[in-house]
Nanobody
Framework: QVQLVESGGGLVQAGGSLRLSCAASGSIFSINTMAWYRQAPGKQRELVALITSGGRTTYGDSVKGRFTISRAKNTVLLQMNSLKPEDTAVYYC?????????????WGQGTQVTVSS
């Protein structure tokens, strides 16, 4: 099983920056993908950014050019710049990995990001 610990959310003014961190632990053999999703009130959860084991990245259209996903071993970071009020949401870390028990798709508890106008 993969355990995830997220940190870095908070309140920031529009135009500001935040960095989210998610550390994965457990009996991990290999990580396939690490990603960040977000869910705003009344909306569906959406992909923000994803990074593969080979370092390939994918971004949601609304964050391209402003957010950067990176990975260091079993930690995934999301650098968020030029934040907008519409970026306000709960951000969730997601890790897809092979463990001793097989393939695991783990989710973090979520961290609130609030951008004031």
């Amino acid at each position: 099983q993969v355990q995830l610990v997220e940190s870095g959310g908070g309140l920031v003014q529009a135009g500001g920056s935040l960095r989210l961190s998610c550390a994965a632990s457990g009996s991990i053999f290999s990580i396939n993908t690490m990603a960040w999703y977000r869910q705003a009130p009344g909306k569906q959860r959406e992909l923000v950014a994803l990074i593969t084991s080979g370092g390939r990245t994918t971004y949601g259209d609304s964050v391209k050019g402003r957010f950067t996903i990176s990975r260091a071993k079993n930690t995934v970071l999301l650098q968020m710049n030029s934040l907008k009020p519409e970026d306000t949401a709960v951000y969730y870390c997601n890790v897809n990995a092979y463990t001793m028990a097989g393939l695991d798709d783990a989710w973090g508890q979520g961290t609130q990001v609030t951008v004031s106008s």
